[in-house]
Antibody, heavy 120, light 112 residues
């Protein structure tokens, strides 16, 4: 069974940093692109970032370019999202998702997510 | 970016009746080289992450009940629940993966 478990969320002040992790199991991690998708409280879904299976290619939504960095450690089956210069509008539940087809494919499955709250 | 617009924002349907959700993209998500529409549908229940229902606009994910079906092409798509069950109460999202992924705003489905 494919499992994705996120960690690393919490309360951070504006301008601060957090590093999210996503531990994957149940599939050949290095063979699949992975993504981060966020959902602000009571709002819809927003794709944040994607990374190819090898980690060579990385993609970001415009609003986080230059502030967030996606990476992966295929030896440890773990996906990361380094978030710097955080803003109030980054407050959301961040979920990792196994991405089919390529870096921009459909997402299946999703982890339960980790809540990031940016507030002073 | 491709903008995805769903309608209605919410709907209430009697148990056993049909529910229809529309999704419109700001540009075509049909890729002529492989003759496929790059569109997926998800179901999200309260407190849970989204669950994939359909990809390639009409291919049902394994284990998804056959009362769920997807149709449409290029810019206009439909998710149909043929006979609404109580467990189908959820928010439904469309998503294009033709380019940088984007989602519709969601459609909330309730029981009338």
């Amino acid at each position: 069974e494919v499992q994705l478990v996120e960690s690393g969320g919490g309360l951070v002040q504006p301008g601060g940093s957090l590093r999210l992790s996503c531990a994957a199991s149940g599939f050949t991690f290095s063979s699949y692109a992975m993504s981060w998708v966020r959902q602000a409280p009571g709002k819809g879904l927003e794709w944040v970032s994607g990374i190819s299976g090898s980690g060579t290619n990385r993609y970001y939504v415009d609003s986080v370019k230059g502030r967030f960095t996606i990476s992966r450690d295929n030896s440890k089956n773990t996906l990361f999202l380094q978030m710097n210069s955080l803003r109030a509008e980054d407050t959301a539940v961040y979920s990792c998702a196994k991405t089919e087809l390529r870096w921009a494919g459909w997402f299946d499955p999703w982890g339960q997510g980790t809540l990031v709250t940016v507030s002073s | 970016d491709i903008v995805m617009t769903q309608s209605p924002d919410s709907l209430a349907v009697s148990l056993g009746e049909r529910a229809t959700i529309n999704c419109k993209s700001s540009q075509s998500v049909f890729y002529s080289s492989d003759n496929k529409n790059y569109l997926a549908w998800y179901q999200q229940k309260p407190g849970q992450p989204p669950k994939l229902l359909i990809y390639w606009a009409s291919t049902r994910e394994a284990g998804v009940p056959d009362r769920f079906s997807g149709s449409g092409s290029r810019t206009d798509f439909i998710l149909t629940i043929s006979s609404l069950q109580a467990e189908d109460v959820a928010v439904y999202y469309c998503q294009q993966y033709y380019s940088t992924p984007t989602f519709g705003q969601g459609t909330k489905v309730d029981i009338k």
